[in-house]
């Protein structure tokens, strides 16, 4: 059997006393290069970034919203409000501040600096007094907070908007060597958005990305930043990118083997006199920091997810001739420039980064850092522009979403906001992920059975299905509270696909154990399941235990969950034939080019026939005559009204 106490003196405390004491201490912050997110150490990332290497040196200026009341009472009520969702901060400064400066921008007072010896804010002072700036300040700098305090006008509350952060002075940064200066001597020219230094000479850059939605939506903040300094995307004409940009996961097995593989051919070009420059972003650059410089002196910058919006402000240090790190903790700066979509119809929106969770095995805290919630009206603003820009379908981003918002002052919930944002005008429909059964609350069931855009999809992973497994995992759930999710599911959304994740050959996983997954699997029916053996990552306790399982016994069982997995998948795609479903159209199908491709309100590939460059964006009814794994064919139906837009 799994042991529920498995030999984790390495990495876990040996005795109630010291779990106490690491739970109320904060643990040595000096490393920048990692998140302080060890079992039994702080989630808040208030306090992380108040204790690390800067503490709040880095920060310059933060964005606040206010609504003034004379009466505190009042103040109160309306703080009650802000925490239901039964209002956001903007509407309600327009509906009822007191404030005629702010009242018609729905709060806005704007970006105040934290150095209030300089004369900058005075400005402000008839708006939201020193006093109460300096109170605001004190408790809170991080974005999505709502704090009251008081002042000569009245009593406000004040939410933070947004950080302004010095991301130079949080990296490290050293000359480079004589070998890798070369690289980056085009880039002085186009920082500031034009291409000066080298009149007639266009950069082109290759972003590559691995793993996750949370790194596509990444990358595609790096590339808007890319191409907001002019550098454009490497086309067909060009065989070399100027500058190279690999987004990393950290979650299979010989992920930083696979990083320096994929970055040895431009090294080498590097080395041989080109002039290119190279980046190493995401889960493994945090994971290594410095460690990628020392052992590819040709790397020119090193930065971890958080800096995935700020890289034109790391690439001013590359073009001084520095190589840079970027991995320490910071609050999360709304993006500065606009995402270059990968999809005219379909986009990425993030709501919570980061996660707090501890699982056993998993590396997301360390790389990813703690739960950090958007503002609600932040996301909506973003949602709201995209539609207006002709998106008819947004997926909300977490690693933990069901958390969004527990961060917060006052707490929100991911219910309510499913609710807000389906409310929006010309959204067609709402997509998120991923869930965890362990916060995933049968009100965001509800959320999404009462909203109409939002989609009859959901993603729980359940990693185990047994309970020995899951507690040994530090999943935080057993296998009865993940089948109550399911039966809610089911009950509310009956027609909803239901994917999930699970991991077989977790150590000391028994047989018997593993046919408790199987049977799982068997009672609830996935969509589809994204199955992995386990294999160790760095910084996670289950990588030290001494119970690891043979290599060929986890292979034995990942082609059986897998070979259940398929015929599953194939027996829920039959339910549709026959059925006339609505799908959006997205792209052309790759292999007969004369249909389109499209998905269902359950996230099932559909191709029909049809032009791409008519039906692109359009939702299309189409009737299903072929099922088979993992997509569905059909043909179009084209209703009356339709005839004169064909």
Same mark, same amino acid.
């Given at each position: 059997?799994?042991?529920?106490?498995?030999?984790?003196?390495?990495?876990?405390?040996?005795?109630?006393?010291?779990?106490?004491?690491?739970?109320?201490?904060?643990?040595?912050?000096?490393?920048?290069?990692?998140?302080?997110?060890?079992?039994?150490?702080?989630?808040?990332?208030?306090?992380?970034?108040?204790?690390?290497?800067?503490?709040?040196?880095?920060?310059?200026?933060?964005?606040?919203?206010?609504?003034?009341?004379?009466?505190?009472?009042?103040?109160?009520?309306?703080?009650?409000?802000?925490?239901?969702?039964?209002?956001?901060?903007?509407?309600?400064?327009?509906? /009822?501040?007191?404030?005629?400066?702010?009242?018609?921008?729905?709060?806005?007072?704007?970006?105040?600096?934290?150095?209030?010896? $300089?004369?900058?804010?005075?400005?402000?002072?008839?708006?939201?007094?020193?006093?109460?700036?300096?109170?605001?300040?004190?408790?809170?700098?991080?974005?999505?907070?709502? *704090?009251?305090?008081?002042?000569?006008?009245?009593?406000?509350?004040?939410?933070?908007?947004?950080?302004?952060?010095?991301?130079?002075?949080?990296?490290?940064?050293?000359?480079?060597?004589?070998?890798?200066?070369?690289?980056?001597?085009?880039?002085?020219?186009?920082?500031?958005?034009?291409?000066?230094?080298?009149?007639?000479?266009?950069?082109?850059?290759?972003?590559?990305?691995? =793993?996750?939605?949370?790194?596509?939506?990444?990358?595609?903040?790096?590339? =808007?930043?890319?191409?907001?300094?002019? /550098?454009?995307?490497?086309?067909?004409?060009?065989?070399?990118?100027?500058?190279?940009?690999?987004?990393?996961?950290?979650?299979?097995?010989?992920?930083? @083997?696979?990083?320096?593989?994929?970055?040895?051919?431009? !090294?080498?070009?590097?080395?041989?006199?080109?002039?290119?420059?190279?980046?190493?972003? =995401?889960? *493994?650059?945090?994971?290594?920091?410095?460690?990628? +410089?020392?052992?590819?002196?040709?790397?020119?910058?090193?930065?971890?997810?958080?800096?995935?919006?700020?890289?034109?402000?790391?690439?001013?240090?590359?073009?001084?001739?520095?190589?840079?790190?970027?991995?320490?903790?910071?609050?999360?700066?709304?993006?500065?420039?606009?995402?270059?979509?990968?999809?005219?119809?379909? !986009?990425?929106?993030?709501?919570?980064?980061?996660?707090?969770?501890?699982?056993?095995?998993?590396?997301?805290?360390?790389?990813?850092?703690?739960?950090? #919630?958007?503002?609600?009206?932040?996301?909506?603003?973003?949602?709201?522009? +995209?539609?207006?820009?002709?998106?008819?379908?947004?997926?909300?981003?977490?690693?933990?979403?069901? !958390?969004?918002?527990?961060?917060?002052?006052?707490?929100?919930?991911? #219910?309510? +906001?499913?609710?807000?944002?389906?409310?929006?005008?010309?959204?067609?429909?709402?997509?998120?992920?991923?869930?965890?059964?362990?916060?995933?609350?049968?009100?965001?069931?509800? #959320?999404?059975?009462?909203?109409?855009?939002?989609?009859?999809?959901?993603?729980?992973?359940?990693?185990?299905?047994?309970?020995?497994?899951?507690?040994?995992?530090?999943?935080?759930?057993?296998?009865?509270?993940?089948?109550?999710?399911?039966?809610?599911?089911?009950?509310?959304?009956?027609?909803?696909?239901?994917?999930?994740?699970? /991991?077989?050959?977790?150590?000391?996983?028994?047989?018997?154990?593993?046919?408790?997954?199987?049977?799982?699997?068997?009672?609830?029916?996935?969509?589809?399941?994204?199955?992995?053996?386990?294999?160790?990552?760095?910084?996670?306790?289950?990588?030290?235990?001494?119970?690891?399982?043979?290599?060929?016994?986890?292979? $034995?069982? +990942?082609?059986?969950?897998?070979?259940?997995?398929?015929?599953?998948?194939?027996?829920?795609?039959?339910?549709?034939?026959?059925?006339?479903?609505?799908?959006? *159209?997205?792209?052309?199908?790759?292999?007969?080019?004369?249909?389109?491709?499209?998905?269902?309100?359950?996230?099932?590939?559909?191709?029909?026939?049809?032009?791409? $460059?008519?039906?692109?964006?359009?939702?299309?009814?189409?009737?299903?005559?072929?099922?088979?794994?993992?997509?569905?064919?059909?043909?179009?139906?084209?209703?009356?009204? @339709?005839?004169?837009?064909?």
């Amino acid at each position: 059997m799994v042991s529920t106490s498995p030999d984790t003196s390495s990495s876990t405390p040996k005795s109630t006393s010291q779990s106490t004491s690491s739970t109320t201490s904060l643990p040595n912050l000096s490393i920048a290069s990692k998140y302080p997110t060890t079992r039994g150490s702080t989630v808040d990332s208030r306090k992380i970034i108040e204790n690390s290497q800067h503490g709040r040196k880095h920060l310059m200026a933060v964005r606040l919203s206010h609504i003034l009341f004379q009466s505190e009472e009042l103040a109160r009520e309306s703080f009650g409000l802000l925490k239901s969702a039964s209002t956001n901060f903007s509407d309600l400064a327009s509906q /009822i501040s007191n404030c005629e400066g702010t009242r018609g921008s729905g709060g806005s007072v704007g970006w105040v600096s934290l150095s209030e010896g $300089d004369g900058s804010n005075e400005h402000l002072n008839e708006i939201l007094p020193m006093e109460a700036r300096s109170k605001v300040m004190e408790r809170s700098v991080k974005p999505g907070d709502v *704090v009251m305090v008081s002042s000569n006008r009245g009593h406000h509350l004040v939410q933070i908007m947004d950080v302004m952060v010095d991301v130079q002075r949080m990296s490290n940064k050293r000359q480079k060597s004589i070998k890798s200066r070369r690289a980056s001597n085009a880039l002085p020219g186009i920082l500031g958005g034009g291409l000066t230094d080298k009149p007639g000479k266009e950069l082109y850059y290759k972003v590559e990305t691995m =793993g996750c939605q949370m790194n596509l939506a990444d990358s595609e903040r790096i590339e =808007g930043q890319l191409q907001n300094l002019g /550098i454009k995307p490497l086309t067909s004409q060009k065989a070399d990118p100027d500058l190279i940009v690999l987004n990393t996961c950290s979650i299979r097995d010989h992920a930083e @083997q696979k990083v320096y593989s994929y970055i040895g051919p431009h !090294a080498k070009r590097k080395r041989e006199g080109e002039d290119v420059t190279i980046i190493i972003a =995401g889960c *493994v650059a945090q994971q290594e920091g410095e460690a990628l +410089l020392r052992r590819a002196p040709e790397v020119d910058l090193v930065m971890g997810p958080q800096y995935a919006n700020r890289i034109a402000d790391l690439l001013e240090d590359v073009a001084n001739g520095n190589q840079v790190v970027a991995t320490e903790a910071s609050h999360i700066m709304e993006d500065s420039t606009k995402p270059r979509r990968g999809s005219s119809v379909a !986009a990425w929106v993030n709501v919570i980064y980061g996660c707090n969770e501890r699982c056993t095995y998993c590396i997301v805290p360390t790389t990813r850092g703690v739960e950090q #919630s958007r503002p609600p009206e932040s996301i909506v603003q973003e949602v709201q522009e +995209l539609v207006e820009a002709g998106y008819k379908e947004v997926t909300l981003l977490g690693q933990n979403i069901d !958390a969004y918002g527990r961060d917060m002052l006052p707490k929100r919930k991911f #219910s309510d +906001l499913i609710r807000t944002v389906g409310s929006l005008e010309g959204l067609k429909r709402l997509r998120f992920v991923t869930s965890h059964p362990r916060y995933m609350s049968l009100g965001v069931i509800d #959320s999404v059975a009462d909203t109409p855009t939002a989609c009859e999809s959901f993603h729980v992973p359940f990693q185990s299905g047994s309970d020995a497994v899951l507690q040994a995992m530090g999943r935080g759930h057993t296998r009865e509270k993940y089948l109550t999710i399911i039966d809610r599911i089911r009950e509310r959304v009956p027609d909803a696909s239901i994917t999930a994740d699970v /991991i077989v050959g977790f150590p000391g996983e028994t047989e018997e154990q593993f046919l408790e997954t199987l049977s799982l699997m068997e009672h609830v029916v996935f969509d589809s399941v994204n199955t992995a053996a386990y294999s160790p990552r760095p910084n996670t306790p289950a990588a030290d235990w001494t119970n690891q399982i043979e290599e060929e016994i986890k292979q $034995d069982r +990942l082609q059986r969950i897998n070979k259940l997995n398929l015929i599953h998948a194939k027996q829920r795609r039959a339910r549709m034939k026959g059925r006339t479903v609505e799908i959006l *159209v997205e792209e052309r199908n790759i292999k007969v080019p004369s249909q389109v491709m499209g998905r269902t309100t359950q996230g099932y590939i559909v191709y029909c026939d049809g032009d791409i $460059d008519l039906l692109r964006g359009q939702l299309v009814d189409v009737q299903i005559f072929e099922c088979s794994t993992y997509s569905l064919s059909g043909k179009r139906i084209i209703h009356e009204e @339709q005839h004169s837009f064909m």
